[in-house]
C-alpha cells in the first residue's frame, strides 16, 4: 500500500553571513559592556558563597550552565582591587564596535596578588586604548 504526502510550507532563507543576528535596536542603543555585567555576576555570586546559599564554584558552574574553568575566570574579577572593580562596573556604555575592556584583559592583572601593581597596569591598559 503506497500513498502519496504531499508538505506545502514557507521556508525564509535570509543571507546575511556569519555572525550578523539583527536585533531592532541594535543599530542606535548603547550596551552594556560584557565585562561589566560579569563583574556584576561576580560580585553576586561571591555573596551567595558567602551567604551558604551555594556551596562552591562548581555548584555555580552547574546552575549557570557553564564550565568550572569558565567560573573560575569569572570569579578572578573578585581578587582584582575595590577601585578597579568600581571603575569596570561603570564603563561607558559600547556604542559601535568591540569592548575596549575584555576578561582575557583582566586577567593576568587579577592573578597578581599586590594591589599597587593591579592599580599600575590597569591604569597602563587604560592609557593604551
Same mark, same amino acid.
Given at each position: 500500500?503506497?500513498?502519496?504526502?504531499?508538505?506545502?510550507?514557507?521556508?525564509?532563507?535570509?543571507?546575511?553571513?556569519?555572525?550578523?543576528?539583527?536585533?531592532?535596536?541594535?543599530? +542606535?542603543? &548603547? #550596551?552594556?559592556?560584557? $565585562?561589566?555585567? %560579569?563583574?556584576? /555576576?561576580?560580585?553576586?555570586?561571591? !555573596?551567595? *558563597?558567602?551567604?551558604?546559599?551555594?556551596?562552591?564554584?562548581?555548584?555555580?558552574?552547574?546552575?549557570?550552565?557553564? +564550565?568550572? &574553568? #569558565?567560573?573560575?575566570? $569569572?570569579?578572578? %574579577?573578585?581578587? /582584582?582591587?575595590?577601585?578597579?572593580? !568600581?571603575? *569596570?562596573?561603570?564603563?561607558?556604555?559600547?556604542?559601535?564596535?568591540?569592548?575596549?575592556?575584555?576578561?582575557?584583559?583582566?586577567?593576568?592583572?587579577?592573578?597578581?596578588?599586590?594591589?599597587?601593581?593591579?592599580?599600575?597596569?590597569?591604569?597602563?591598559?587604560?592609557?593604551?586604548?
Amino acid at each position: 500500500m503506497t500513498s502519496s504526502l504531499t508538505i506545502e510550507c514557507c521556508v525564509n532563507f535570509s543571507r546575511r553571513g556569519r555572525g550578523s543576528r539583527r536585533r531592532p535596536d541594535q543599530g +542606535t542603543a &548603547a #550596551r552594556v559592556p560584557r $565585562i561589566s555585567k %560579569l563583574t556584576a /555576576l561576580a560580585i553576586r555570586f561571591g !555573596e551567595l *558563597i558567602r551567604s551558604g546559599e551555594v556551596s562552591n564554584y562548581a555548584e555555580l558552574a552547574r546552575l549557570g550552565r557553564v +564550565t568550572g &574553568a #569558565r567560573m573560575t575566570q $569569572i570569579m578572578s %574579577l573578585l581578587c /582584582l582591587t575595590p577601585d578597579i572593580q !568600581e571603575e *569596570i562596573l561603570f564603563l561607558p556604555r559600547t556604542v559601535k564596535g568591540r569592548d575596549r575592556v575584555q576578561l582575557r584583559h583582566l586577567i593576568p592583572i587579577a592573578a597578581l596578588a599586590d594591589w599597587r601593581q593591579q592599580r599600575v597596569l590597569w591604569k597602563a591598559m587604560n592609557l593604551k586604548r
